[in-house]
């Protein structure tokens, strides 16, 4: 009687192991750009607990992962773009810039092409199509949102399947601008500006669920679950690190901080992000004296 339960038990395992190696075996293979980044290292570490083979485009020489092999390339210049696309299923566009993103993408879609790419997934910004960037002052603060709309149509012109996902700005960029305003002891604040931040590790499970899926063309944007003014972003990192500023609202000239001041990086409608500033200040942005409390609690 034992011996058949051992039997049986040995047959479960022996058919569970199969399972496993058949599953490995149809994950597919996903380039990552910018898997070094914020986002692309969220992306990378949910793509490899999905089991995916993951390859990751890198500017620098690195040594390889567990489970995850970078090689060397240049998006800006199209070297060694080539060997990296080769044999990828699925790539996941996520590297990005104030300037050169349209000719980037256009490097990497040309090798896509190439190798046979089934899925191209890209990363945009909520209000890419509607900030008008036209002139020098409009390209200096917002130079980002045109060079992020100039790849988006490489992606959608592409010939290849296609997913974009535009999201708003995450809190680590609000982070660090309001790390780097309160330096000054006077902070000049963008006057009517307004911002929906949204937590980098929601955006990257979502981008990780649109390159499983079918490709889905422009998706629906993600957004943070709160609209907060540029002040009260400010005075909610300000008074987590215990600071006192003086805040001056500054109006901002152009066409492009007319229409942040209307609203255009916004997405009401899409705030399915679930964390706030909130939380995330206060696991990122502890006062001196909090740090050493709990160091000195042990927790």
């Known amino acids: 009687m034992q011996s058949r339960i051992d039997e049986t038990t040995m047959n479960e395992r022996r058919a569970a192991e199969g399972r496993t190696a058949h599953e490995r075996a149809d994950a597919p293979s996903i380039l990552v750009t910018g898997g070094t980044g914020t986002l692309g290292r969220l992306v990378v570490s949910l793509l490899r607990d999905a089991d995916c083979t993951v390859r990751v485009l890198s500017r620098r020489s690195q040594g390889d992962g ?39 993408a256009s490097n990497l879609v040309r090798e896509a092409s190439r190798a046979g790419v089934r899925h191209l997934v890209y990363i945009s910004v909520v209000g890419a199509d509607r900030i008008p960037v036209t002139s020098s002052v409009d390209r200096a603060m917002f130079g980002y949102f045109a060079s992020k709309l100039g790849a988006e149509r490489v992606v959608a012109g592409s010939g290849l399947p296609w997913t974009t996902l535009r999201a708003t700005q995450f809190y680590e960029l609000a982070l660090l601008t309001a790390q780097q305003m309160a330096r000054l002891p006077v902070i000049p604040v963008p006057a009517g500006f307004r911002f929906q931040p949204v937590d980098a590790g929601e955006v990257a499970a979502r981008l990780v669920e649109l390159a499983l899926g079918s490709p889905a063309g422009l998706a629906p944007d993600i957004a943070g679950p709160r609209v907060y003014g540029m002040a009260e972003l400010l005075r909610g990192y300000l008074r987590a690190r215990h600071l006192h500023r003086l805040l001056v609202p500054v109006p901002f000239p152009g066409q492009a901080a007319g229409a942040v001041r209307a609203g255009a990086n916004l997405a009401p409608d899409r705030a399915v992000g679930r ?21 000195a609690s042990g927790n």
């Open 66 to 104: 567990e489970g995850i092999e970078f090689v060397t390339g240049d998006l800006a210049t199209g070297e060694g773009i080539e060997g990296a696309a080769e044999g990828t299923e699925i790539v996941v566009h996520l590297a990005g810039s104030n300037k050169g993103d349209e000719q980037k």
């Open 275 to 295: 964390r706030t500033w909130e939380e995330f200040l206060a696991e990122h942005a502890r006062a001196p004296s909090d740090s050493r409390s709990r160091a």
